[in-house]
């Protein structure tokens, strides 16, 4: 299955230098730069959905865009607009909020893939507390959340076990290889109350004196605080879903010989060595070692006894004479 990267590099090719670089920032990479999300609204919207898709930036300021204009698009219809716009843009994540009287307080979400709509998520807005209704501190920008997942729904139906992997990929878009648990600070918790309720709460971390060696952590509520019911879905089908999911040869980590991980991530490996003679191999002796000193007191000793040996026969001949 080709890209439509590279139907277009077939069908119109390059004639200029910077136009192939336009094209090559634009092929799919190996490793993926951090996902960009993309915020709008709909044709007519309400003032609890503006403020809805204001505090949601706010949480992924550090890598979206807002567009505050507003656009007739209808997602489930027709998403090639929507494709269309997300590519200008050059992001793969979108929220999209519209207001009428069929389905008030609309909020979809959604994530592309080479220029299609992989996952769409459409959600009620049911209850909403704003930031500013909180008087606890705010979270620095930047900061990576810890998320939490309530409920036995995310393990019982397949649909829900997609939309757990897409809040994954929505709010944990930079990839980190360790964790500073003094730096843990905010947590992100969604809880499936039922098949079709999802409960959005979000919490800074506080950590305290215990008088022991972990600390005391105490969880205070910060916003954004969403109650989310479900309406409709639509998810890829299983050979684009496939597609998506390929990991390229040049990605892939070769498995190492005798080597395994264990639950915890650590290395256990089994070292063979062949069987060493002791006896044969070199070693190197200082010349103030004392087993050559030893070796020249037992000498020394030998050569006294042999003098006293020959003075002995001089005088026996001696007086015999």
Not at 79 to 88: D, G, I, W
Request: some cysteine; aromatic content about 6%; hydrophobic content about 35%.
């Amino acid at each position: 299955m080709t890209t439509t990267t590279e139907v277009a590099k077939k069908v119109n090719p390059p004639k200029t230098r910077k136009g192939k670089k336009i094209v090559e920032s634009k092929e799919p990479l190996i490793i993926e730069n951090d996902k960009k999300t993309v915020i709008m609204k709909g044709a007519s919207t309400s003032g609890v959905l503006n403020d809805v898709l204001s505090d949601l930036f706010k949480i992924r300021r550090h890598n979206g865009v807002m567009l505050n204009q507003n656009n007739a698009i209808l997602p489930f219809e027709d998403s090639a607009p929507l494709c269309e716009l997300l590519k200008k843009k050059d992001a793969s994540l979108f929220v999209f909020g519209s207001h009428n009287k069929k389905r008030p307080h609309n909020l979809v979400f959604g994530r592309t893939f080479d220029g299609q709509v992989l996952d769409m998520i459409e959600f009620g807005v049911t209850s909403f507390k704003k930031l500013s209704q909180f008087k606890s501190t705010k979270v620095p920008l930047g900061a990576k959340p810890c998320l939490i997942f309530n409920g036995d729904v995310f393990e019982k139906f397949p649909d829900w076990g997609i939309i757990q992997n897409f809040f994954c990929d929505f709010f944990c878009t930079t990839k980190t290889s360790s964790i500073n648990l003094q730096g843990l600070e905010y947590v992100i918790s969604l809880s499936a109350v039922e098949p079709d309720l999802l409960l959005l709460r979000s919490y800074e971390v506080n950590m305290k004196k215990s008088g022991m060696d972990s600390p005391y952590v105490e969880l205070v509520e910060i916003g954004v605080s969403l109650d989310l019911k479900l309406r409709r879905t639509h998810f890829a089908p299983p050979d684009l879903r496939k597609q998506s999911l390929k990991i390229p040869k040049a990605a892939k980590i070769g498995k190492t010989k005798n080597i395994t991980h264990d639950m915890a991530g650590s290395k256990l490996a089994t070292v063979h060595m062949t069987k060493q003679n002791i006896a044969e191999m070199p070693q190197s002796k200082m010349k103030g070692s004392k087993s050559k000193r030893k070796e020249g007191d037992e000498n020394g000793k030998v050569k006294k006894a042999k003098v006293d040996e020959s003075n002995l026969d001089t005088e026996n001949d001696m007086d015999t004479s």
